[in-house]
């Protein structure tokens, strides 16, 4: 059986349960990992993902974090935490869970957005990452299909956003985030790259201020990085922009990708 796999930085679970709710209705993923819940786990809404045919492994503590793997195809495995992970202000944050789905074992990630060049956040977030390629190694190089999905906080190259002039100095575009992203490619895995419905390059981001949606003032944050198994699996890859637009969305769009069945 095909297997469709998503990822999709909800901005507030709770707030877009019913939006979340008809897309998984329409688009029907097997696996869905979420970023950004903006709730405790006892404020995720577990039963009524239960009524559409979703089990969760959930890492939350109702902050601005929070993170899940949603599956109609079994959760097992599951990982909570970043193994290794750094801690941010004496805490480590809930930005990791992972789980084995239907075969696939999955990551979903929310990076730390870094803040300023300046900011301590941003040395917490490379060392976020190293802590993630650690842990990516240790699965990307195996014959089961691997794959981390998620909220990255960087645009890998500069295609990856509207205008890189408007990003002097700015996070999201350093050389040493994207030297993270570098080296966790290296571990065996690859950018899966989706094609986008509108435009010519699949933006995942848009901010609510200044008309950044209309305008395709975006950026490709959103990403999905597959070891060979998983990317030889992938028959179709793309960005839902349909679910950013209307009333009350999430400033992220989802990320969708289809694999074939297994042999």
């Known amino acids: 059986m095909a297997t469709r796999i998503?990822?999709?930085?909800?901005?507030?679970?709770?707030?877009?349960?019913?939006?979340?709710s008809a897309w998984l209705e329409a688009t029907a993923p097997d696996v869905l990992c979420l970023q950004e819940l903006k709730c405790t786990a006892e404020q995720f809404p577990a039963e009524a993902l239960r009524d559409l045919g979703?089990?969760?492994?959930?890492?939350a503590d109702g902050r601005w974090n929070g993170v899940a793997v949603?599956?109609?195809?079994?959760?097992?495995?599951p990982v909570i935490g970043l193994p290794g992970g750094p801690e941010f202000e004496g805490k480590q944050e809930p930005r990791a869970v992972s789980a084995l789905c239907g075969g696939v074992r999955v990551w979903s990630v929310y990076v730390p957005n870094g803040?300023?060049?300046s900011h301590p956040h941003y040395a917490y977030k490379l060392r976020w990452l190293e802590a993630l390629r650690e842990a990516a190694g240790q699965e990307a190089g195996g014959e089961r299909p691997f794959a981390v999905l998620g909220d990255f906080n960087i645009a890998p190259t500069d295609e990856d956003v509207w205008d890189i002039a408007q990003f002097e100095g700015a996070t999201h575009v350093t050389e040493a985030e994207r030297a993270a992203l570098a080296a966790l490619r290296a571990t065996g895995l690859d950018?899966?790259?989706?094609?986008?419905?509108?435009?010519?390059?699949?933006?995942?981001?848009?901010?609510?201020?200044?008309?950044?949606?209309?305008?395709?003032?975006?950026?490709?944050?959103?990403?999905?990085?597959g070891n060979a198994p998983f990317r030889?699996?992938?028959?179709?890859?793309?960005?839902?922009?349909?679910?950013?637009?209307?009333?009350?969305?999430?400033?992220?769009?989802?990320?969708?990708v289809d694999l074939e069945p297994a042999a």
């Open 191 to 225: 950018d899966v790259h989706p094609r986008p419905l509108k435009y010519d390059v699949p933006f995942t981001y848009w901010d609510y201020r200044q008309l950044c949606f209309p305008k395709n003032r975006g950026m490709r944050i959103d990403l999905v990085y």
């Open 232 to 256: 030889s699996a992938v028959t179709d890859a793309w960005v839902d922009r349909e679910a950013r637009k209307g009333k009350g969305p999430s400033d992220h769009a989802p990320v969708v």
């Open 54 to 59: 979703y089990e969760a492994a959930v890492h």
């Open 70 to 77: 949603l599956s109609r195809v079994g959760v097992e495995e």
């Open 6 to 20: 998503a990822t999709w930085n909800i901005n507030g679970i709770n707030t877009r349960i019913e939006r979340l």
């Open 115 to 117: 803040r300023e060049v």
